[in-house]
């Protein structure tokens, strides 16, 4: 397996540290005070005025829709490996990675419109996504269902006509609250009484159909991640075209095994690289601070938590690369263990790091002074987010025992988990 980057990425990676060092790191803590004045208005779903300020630099600097590859409506997008690396950089800051127009879940959807959608859902869509001008939700887990297994949905997709008619709850919609979202994409059974994993199907829904509520927000240990959110959504007789169907009654468990990989490897390396933030935190905190006579940094307990961070994380690193490789060069179908590990390994070692950092720097660590709180919350719902790590560990183990067992780790099912 090679790693070694491009002289493409590697001016890509220049061009990208160097706008965080321009726009981004300056810009932190306005981010955060906007948001704030916003809520305290009383309106925390108004998109910020820095990140549409900050777009039209992005776009300049051709650091744009970097996620999609192969489409011929992004030709700026990179294979996955080549992405993984500008994917971390964005990581350290949580909310750039819309200034570049490759937050989720509009790279999942966009990704899902390119490959699964008609070219009039593209043209309708896929392009003003892909432009930056609106955002998107994906719709697929459920409040009354266990969605960690995605064969539990009960929200049904029923044909009447030339229209598909949709009932169903849905919850942790992100994104759903900004007023920006103005599409769905929603998971549901067309048919119950289908094979297990052709039951269900994918649909395209605009925002501002009939029957549509938007119940609450959701907020996460206390954090509502306005302007973004995480919202309850009912669908009540929400009626759409036959249309906007994705490739076809019953595929929506292809779908989702086409979307959810790449998605997690935004995740993971978004996740590296908040550990390196949390790691450069602890290091600083930890040399500005005197304790016992010594400075935190001399202590032997901080030094071996160092070191264990430096090396977890170059691991985690290493496997999640490993797995956008193998992305790229033999699909995601025989990736799928290096997927299913990687969702386990990045969120934990970020969370691991984060509260090491968060030890350092004592009661500051839990406040709002610093981001590592915020970063901690985050992460401990990426536990959960696209599949908790007991279905990944499940999995992995299934295709470990598939090689003692006579059987091709090929043909092992892999569940479509979402979480929650």
Not at 85 to 107: K, Y
Not at 316 to 337: E, F, H, P, S
Not at 371 to 387: C, E, I, K, S, V
Request: charged share 25%.
């Amino acid at each position: 397996m090679q790693f070694e980057y491009t002289p493409k990425v590697k001016e890509m990676q220049a061009k990208l540290l160097a706008f965080f060092d321009q726009y981004i790191y300056p810009n932190e803590k306005r981010f955060y005070e906007e948001v704030n004045a916003n809520r305290q208005a009383g309106n925390a779903w108004v998109p910020t005025k820095l990140i549409e300020e900050l777009k039209p630099k992005a776009r300049e600097a051709g650091l744009w829709n970097l996620f999609l590859p192969r489409s011929p409506r992004a030709p700026q997008g990179l294979s996955n490996l080549e992405y993984a690396t500008l994917c971390e950089i964005m990581g350290r800051v949580p909310w750039s990675a819309e200034v570049f127009n490759c937050a989720a879940p509009d790279t999942g959807n966009m990704e899902t419109l390119e490959r699964y959608a008609s070219e009039e859902l593209k043209d309708q869509w896929l392009e003003p996504l892909l432009a930056g001008e609106i955002r998107s939700a994906f719709l697929m887990t459920e409040p009354a269902v266990a969605s960690s297994d995605a064969t539990n949905i009960e929200c049904r997709i029923e044909r009447d006509g030339d229209h598909y008619v949709i009932n169903g709850t849905k919850w942790w919609s992100s994104g759903a609250g900004d007023p920006r979202c103005k599409v769905y994409i929603v998971m549901g059974k067309t048919d119950p009484n289908a094979g297990r994993h052709e039951q269900q199907s994918m649909i395209v829904v605009p925002a501002d159909t009939p029957g549509i509520t938007i119940k609450r927000f959701l907020p996460v240990f206390g954090y509502d991640d306005a302007p973004h959110g995480h919202m309850e959504i009912e669908l009540k007789n929400v009626r759409v075209p036959v249309s906007n169907i994705l490739l076809g009654e019953g595929r929506g468990f292809e779908i989702a095994q086409g979307r959810l990989g790449p998605g997690r490897i935004h995740h993971c390396m978004r996740s590296i690289g908040v550990a390196e933030r949390a790691l450069e935190l602890m290091c600083k905190r930890s040399l500005e601070r005197v304790a016992f006579g010594k400075q935190i940094a001399r202590q032997g307990v901080t030094q071996e938590r160092i070191a264990e961070a430096r090396c977890e994380i170059e691991m985690a690193r290493l496997l999640t690369l490993k797995a956008a490789y193998m992305m790229d060069t033999v699909g995601n179908k025989v990736a799928k263990a290096e997927i299913a590990m990687i969702k386990v390994v990045a969120p934990n070692v970020a969370l691991k790091v984060i509260d090491w950092a968060i030890q350092v720097h004592g009661a500051a660590g839990v406040s709002s002074d610093f981001p590592l709180a915020n970063w901690w919350a985050h992460q401990r719902t990426l536990r959960l987010a696209d599949g908790p790590d007991e279905v990944h560990r499940n999995a992995i183990a299934k295709l470990e025992l598939a090689k003692h067992m006579g059987l091709d780790p090929k043909e092992v099912k892999m569940p479509v988990t979402r979480g929650f």
